[in-house]
Structure formats: C-alpha cells, structure tokens
C-alpha cells in the first residue's frame, strides 16, 4: 500500500443514517471522494495565503517560462515579466475575499477519501453519524484497491500556501503534489480522528461525470465489519 508509512490494518468510515448514502456506501461497495469545499470543518484544506514573492522565486518562474515561451532572457524582459506576474498574482488573490475565491476554485478539482484509525470514539460518532443514530464501515487495508494513502498531520499552526508556489510547480509539472500538502495538514483539535487520506485529480467536466468519478470502487472482500452504536448501546456486525 503505502511505501512510507505502514497503514494500520483497518480503517473506518463513518456514515449518516440516510438510505441512500448507506446503500451506495454498503451495497454499492464504494468510497466517496468528497470536494474539499464540503468538509464541515472551514480551516480544513484551507490554508493561510501569502502573496509575496522573492527575486530568487520570480527569477526562477522567468526562466523556466521563457524557455516554454520562447522570451529572450534579458533584464527588460525579466523585469516587465515579474512586474506583470505580480501583478496577475494580486488580480486574482490580492483581497481576502479574492483569495478565498480562488482557493475554493483550486481546489475543487481535487477529491478526498477520509476514513480514520478509530471506530469507538464518541466525537466521531457525534460528528460523522449523526449523534450515534448512524453506523461505521470497517474496510482492510489488504483489500481496498487504493495505492497510496497519506496520514493526516495534526499541526498547531496553521500552514501558508503561497501562489507564486502552484505557478511554479505548475511549470516544473507536479502542481498536486503541492496542493496535497495542504489537504493532508489539520489543526491540531482534531488529531482525535487519527485520519489517513486518499486524493484524486477530479478531471471530468459535467456534474453527472465528476459526481461518477468521485464514486471510488473497491474489491468485494474490502468490507470487514459494520458497527452500530446508538447512545448507550453499541451492536457489531461482522462479515466474514
């Protein structure tokens, strides 16, 4: 699975008492891979943006953009380029409310598998089960078709994203793996999840197709366990 970090043998999903949900969940033997946008929590895969930029940076982006582009590498053309970049920088996230646009627009693109270490965790029941009126899915690391998950970081402070930062790795060519590093960091409140992530490039451009392709399909044997804990009383269903 994951080459880095050893997955633990079972993950959780915990789910809302709603039909459809459930049947595409357990019947539908499928995982979800949400939009960003949608967590409950605000500051989730949302990090603080800075818009400043070094001279090392800009020269950086200017010659591996004139090498795409064709533009002499001269000062004149440096210096109009960083000037004109900067610029463009600003235009789209220069005022919070811009930035915030801009983000939500980055990232939506993006899809996130949550499943967590933990299936009796009373906070986790509240939030994710609808007060203990829901259930939670055990899955097996061995069984689910998923190449590489990614452990959540539970940090204090909240990470900086920088746009100078995707332009560049966009130039370089792996623009995601920047962006992942943002969705993979939480604060540090809700380390109790003890969360392992999966993302996808969300690449279709109709509702129905996206909507199909955040659905991710898992072998037959990946659900191990169905548990069940309604305020006081806790019921475990086992397959298998």
């Known amino acids: ?73 001269n000062r004149k053309n440096r210096r109009r380029f960083v000037t004109n970049f900067q610029k463009e920088i600003k235009k789209d996230w220069g ?63 909240r990470p900086t994203f920088k746009p100078f930062d995707l332009r560049l790795s966009m130039l370089h060519g792996h623009h995601r793996d920047v962006l992942k590093e943002f969705f993979r960091k939480k604060a540090a409140n809700w380390s109790y999840e003890k969360e392992w992530r999966y993302f996808i490039e969300i690449k279709k451009k109709t509702k129905e197709d996206i909507k199909k392709e955040r659905v991710i399909k898992l072998n037959k044997n990946s659900i191990k366990g169905i548990f069940f804990w309604r305020k006081s009383e806790q019921r475990t269903y086992r397959k298998g």
């Open 1 to 73: 699975m994951n080459d880095k970090i050893d997955l633990p043998e079972y993950l959780y999903k915990y789910i809302e008492p709603k039909v459809e949900k459930i049947t595409n969940y357990i019947e539908g033997n499928s995982l979800w891979a949400a939009d960003p946008n949608s967590f409950n929590d605000p500051f989730d895969c949302f990090p603080c943006i800075d818009v400043s930029i070094t001279k090392e940076k800009s020269a950086e982006i200017f010659n591996l953009r004139s090498k795409k582009e064709n533009i002499i590498q």
């Open 95 to 157: 005022s919070d409310l811009k930035k915030s646009i801009s983000w939500k627009n980055t990232i939506e693109k993006i899809g996130v598998v949550c499943l967590s270490e933990v299936f009796f965790d009373i906070l986790m029941w509240s939030h994710y089960a609808s007060n203990h009126e829901g259930l939670c899915i055990q899955y097996s690391t061995k069984e689910i078709p998923i190449n590489i998950f990614e452990k959540v970081e539970y940090l204090d402070d």
